[in-house]
């Protein structure tokens, strides 16, 4: 059964929409007038879908995605929309609602889009309660040198990170910022062996080689390793490149004031400052980070 929550201020289009939809036997229906009159009615018990119009009084269909997307993140929203108002429609969507359904299509594509969507929010709510009952995790990646592949992978390891109860959602970010910085170093310093300092004097130059080796040999066919250990008390990343290797201690410390405008050392501060523990291999071409347990107890939420 899909709990379907419509709201709209007109009276003649809720009982249009419940004739259209009220003969569908695995659909429940409720109705709103307007945002405010939803979200005290969401309050209280939480739809599996929502259907909104946008133009309503008191609140309307753009700021009740934004408090939807607030108080109820787990919960799509899908917009009614119409002819002059889809400039509204478009803000919505990059605001949080799910799809849209203009009033023009409703008794051809409604139903359909409130079975695709809540379908989707089915599968995301039960990977998310699945993940929640995780007590351990590995995992290991082989990269070619892709800057595509990057925010994916960090996205990945940051929700396991959340789901076994490690860390809070600002440090949930800080350690994607940590590992965005040992891939970026792994990538760049490591398989590519382009300097830091290069960057600060000559900016053109430095891009002009990134773009060069990253289909000249050597450089191109060198991978990065990444592999990951959760448990309730920590997480473990390993880092490794292809590169040559470099020696950390001879960075010049970028907690000196003289040095905090450069950008040599400036990720490896980064990750010193987010991790409980950083490490490298006597090679230089490795990292291990660890981060641990910073609360005895998390209130999850969608991540």
């Given at each position: 059964?899909?709990?379907?929550?419509?709201?709209?201020?007109?009276a003649v289009d809720r009982r249009w929409i419940a004739e259209l939809l009220g003969r569908e036997p695995f659909l429940e229906l409720f109705f709103a007038g307007h945002g405010a009159e939803a979200l005290a009615w969401m309050a209280?018990?939480?739809?599996?879908?929502?259907?909104?119009d946008l133009m309503m009084p008191e609140l309307d269909g753009l700021q009740l995605v934004e408090a939807i997307r607030e108080r109820f993140p787990e919960i799509p929203?899908?917009?009614?929309?119409?002819?002059?108002?889809?400039?509204?429609?478009?803000e919505a969507l990059q605001r949080g609602a799910a799809s849209y359904v203009p009033k023009s299509q409703m008794a051809s594509a409604l139903l359909e889009t409130i079975r695709t969507v809540a379908d989707l929010a089915f599968r995301r709510r039960d990977r998310a309660r699945l993940l929640r009952c995780m007590c351990r995790h590995s995992c290991r990646f082989v990269l070619a040198n892709d800057l595509a592949m990057m925010r994916p992978l960090i996205h990945y390891l940051q929700e396991h990170l959340?789901?076994?109860?490690?860390c809070d959602a600002t440090d949930r970010t800080r350690?994607?910022?940590?590992?965005?910085?040992a891939l970026a170093n792994a990538l760049y310093h490591g398989n590519l062996e382009l300097s830091s300092h290069l960057r600060e004097v000559a900016e053109e130059e430095y891009y002009r080689l990134l773009r060069q080796r990253l289909h000249q040999l050597p450089y191109a066919k060198r991978r990065i390793y990444v592999?990951?250990?959760?448990?309730?008390?920590q997480a473990v990343f390993v880092i490794q490149d292809e590169g040559p290797g470099f020696d950390p201690s001879k960075l010049p410390d970028p907690t000196d004031p003289a040095n905090l405008e450069k950008l040599t050392g400036r990720g490896i501060l980064l990750m010193r400052t987010f991790m409980d523990e950083v490490q490298f291999s006597p090679k230089g071409?490795?990292?291990?980070?660890?981060?641990?347990?910073?609360?005895?107890?998390?209130?999850y939420s969608d991540p």
């Open positions: 059964m899909i709990r379907v929550l419509v709201v709209d201020d007109l209280e018990q939480e739809p599996d879908v929502v259907v909104t929203v899908i917009l009614i929309t119409s002819q002059g108002n889809e400039q509204t429609a478009v959340f789901y076994i109860g490690l350690v994607g910022i940590a590992l965005q910085e592999s990951a250990e959760f448990s309730p008390q071409n490795q990292v291990t980070m660890i981060k641990r347990r910073n609360c005895p107890a998390l209130i």
